[in-house]
């Protein structure tokens, strides 16, 4: 109990940026300055008019992302030329954060804690927002879950996330995940762009739903691989289609880092300007708390005597490779590192002397 306790206070800055996201992103203002374009089932802007269709025929469903789709149009449909490029990235960013999330889930020693279910953690983002959930779900992780000690002392099969029910994860990420983001940014017509962020909105329901049926159809039609190589390959894959998207932005964009991803201080009103602080500080609070979680990892590799000091300076400078590569990148450098530390530790009474 005591050392829960002080693996909570230790993760307390993570609920200070779920708070601050909160805050920052203003749900009210967001559903308040999408009201319009919901109630009309049109989206208008300088450049054109969008009719809002009905995407799931579940009135529970379209009456809860109707006024998100007038949101997301400020980005997807161009009308704001900053919010265009810094959404586009960030949803990108997204893929490896689902990716990660789901073998984390897989890992033996997380069963029964919450990362064993990352599923309800991304769908509640898609309503709440990342930056406010994503935070709340790494210091439950940290709180709950296994301590690197912990796992360093555990059987390889009960650390390791590369397992064969795995082998289709990044594939389904890549179709029901990316290859949406691509059609809501580049389709051809708005009205393609509409239809693919209406069918986005529950992507992390079908990823976690179709992982689950196509891992147990993996299972049991044996399909002979090798689960760390190929999974490793693919994951890599995910990585460079994020730092892709990454530099094509800093190379491309005109406008710079700190106006693309920096959100206003004061009040922001209207749809463009609140949609775009919104998703900024959406953005700001996923990743800063994504990177503390990574510290908080490295720093338990070090308390379990893992690695030297030398490895906490890396990992505190692991945000800076993000202007290089971008956070999604960055997110799987740092833990694929820390990967390649746990399995290689041994079991307490298994070190060769």
């Not at 912990?150 to 029901?176: E, G, K």
């Not at 106006?259 to 996923?286: C, M, N, Y």
């Not at 692991?318 to 997110?331: D, E, N, Q, S």
């Given at each position: ?143 709950f879950g296994p301590s690197t000690s912990t796992l360093a002392a555990s059987a390889p099969q009960h650390r390791t996330v590369w397992h064969q029910s795995n082998l289709l994860l990044i594939p389904i990420v890549l ?179």
């Amino acid at each position: 109990m005591l050392s829960k306790i002080l693996r909570a206070v230790g993760a307390l800055p993570l609920l200070l940026v779920a708070a601050w996201s909160f805050q920052t992103m203003d749900l009210d203002k967001i559903a308040a300055t999408a009201m319009p374009s919901a109630l009309a089932k049109t989206i208008e802007w300088d450049g054109g008019k969008v009719n809002i269709i009905d995407f799931h025929g579940v009135a529970f469903l379209d009456d809860l992302w109707r006024g998100g789709t007038a949101t997301f149009s400020v980005s997807s449909f161009g009308y704001d030329s900053i919010a265009a490029w810094q959404v586009f990235t960030f949803l990108i960013d997204l893929g490896p954060m689902y990716a990660i999330w789901i073998l984390e889930s897989t890992r033996g020693a997380n069963k029964w804690s919450p990362g064993y279910i990352p599923t309800l953690f991304s769908v509640a983002a898609q309503v709440l927002g990342i930056g406010s959930v994503a935070p709340i779900f790494y210091f439950l992780c940290i709180v709950f879950g296994p301590s690197t000690s912990t796992l360093a002392a555990s059987a390889p099969q009960h650390r390791t996330v590369w397992h064969q029910s795995n082998l289709l994860l990044i594939p389904i990420v890549l179709v029901l995940h990316t290859a949406e983001i691509f059609g809501m940014f580049v389709a051809q017509s708005y009205d393609a762009r509409h239809y693919w962020t209406w069918a986005w909105q529950l992507t992390p329901l079908w990823i976690g739903l179709a992982n689950i049926i196509l891992g147990q159809a993996i299972k049991l039609l044996r399909v002979p691989f090798s689960p760390s190589a190929a999974s490793k390959l693919m994951l890599g894959i995910l990585a460079l289609v994020s730092a892709a998207v990454w530099i094509y932005t800093l190379a491309f964009s005109p406008h710079s880092i700190p106006t693309l991803f920096l959100p206003e201080a004061g009040p922001q009103d209207g749809l463009i300007l609140h949609s775009r602080k919104a998703l900024q500080a959406d953005e700001v609070a996923a990743y800063a708390s994504t990177f503390l979680w990574l510290i908080y990892a490295f720093a338990d590799l070090y308390l379990a005597g893992l690695v030297g000091t030398v490895w906490l300076v890396y990992a505190a400078l692991l945000p800076l490779a993000t202007l290089a590569v971008g956070p999604g990148a960055t997110y799987v450098l740092g833990w694929y590192v820390r990967e390649i530390i746990l399995s290689s530790a041994r079991p307490k009474g298994n070190s060769s002397k």
